[in-house]
């Protein structure tokens, strides 16, 4: 498996999976645009807005996928309530999130081979305030805001993926700290 990522703020890509031949579909999260470069160089109470990402996903696969199915939300973790070892340079697999999720409202969309779904956008729901901004921007951090998300699609032989993955906004960028991909088999 191999994993490339670089900021989603600057409109890069996340690719995680195998490289090579996919017999079957292999979607994967591609990463357009968000808002958070601003939220940590915000000066002004009143110029800020709430934190957003839009992404695809992209089919790396040899065969159509179907999806069926996209959740995904963000999180802002006090860092007080993680564990006492948790600190920002070691966030991996503490899946961070509250599972608040809001989901993608439009129908199913089949992605072709080497193609890329409409894009999708999450938006941070609550309120969002300055005190916020400045409990994840001022170093230290009193907080931790993720982004994650979870999809599922089918390949053109009936096999269901789901894909779960979270990013933690550090500094003025989004790092992966959470990427997992299963597969089902169809029932026979």
């Known amino acids: 498996m191999g994993l490339c990522w670089r900021s989603l703020s600057r ?26 470069r601003e939220i940590f160089h915000t000066t002004e109470l009143e110029t800020f807005k709430p934190p957003w990402v ?4 992209k089919n790396y696969g040899k065969s159509p996928a179907l999806i069926r199915n996209v959740l995904h939300g963000f999180s ?12 920002l340079s070691n966030l991996k697999d503490q899946l961070l999130h509250r599972f608040r999720w809001a989901s993608w409202n439009r129908a199913m969309e089949i992605v072709g081979v080497g193609e890329q779904s409409l894009p999708i956008r999450c938006e941070y729901a609550d309120p969002f305030t300055f005190g916020d901004v400045k409990s ?3 170093p230290p ?3 931790v805001l993720t982004f994650y998300g979870s999809a599922s699609f089918l390949d053109s032989f009936g096999r269901k993926h789901h894909l779960n993955w979270e990013f933690a906004a550090f500094e003025d960028w989004w790092q992966l700290i959470d990427y997992r991909e299963t597969r089902e088999e169809p029932s026979a």
């Open 11 to 36: 409109g890069c890509r996340l690719v995680a999976g195998m490289r090579g031949a996919h017999p079957c579909a292999k979607v994967d999260v591609v990463a357009l645009d968000s808002n958070i």
């Open 54 to 57: 839009q992404y695809r996903l």
């Open 76 to 87: 802002l973790t006090p860092l007080k309530e993680l564990p006492h070892d948790v600190s």
């Open 136 to 138: 994840i921007a001022t």
């Open 141 to 143: 951090p009193d907080a």
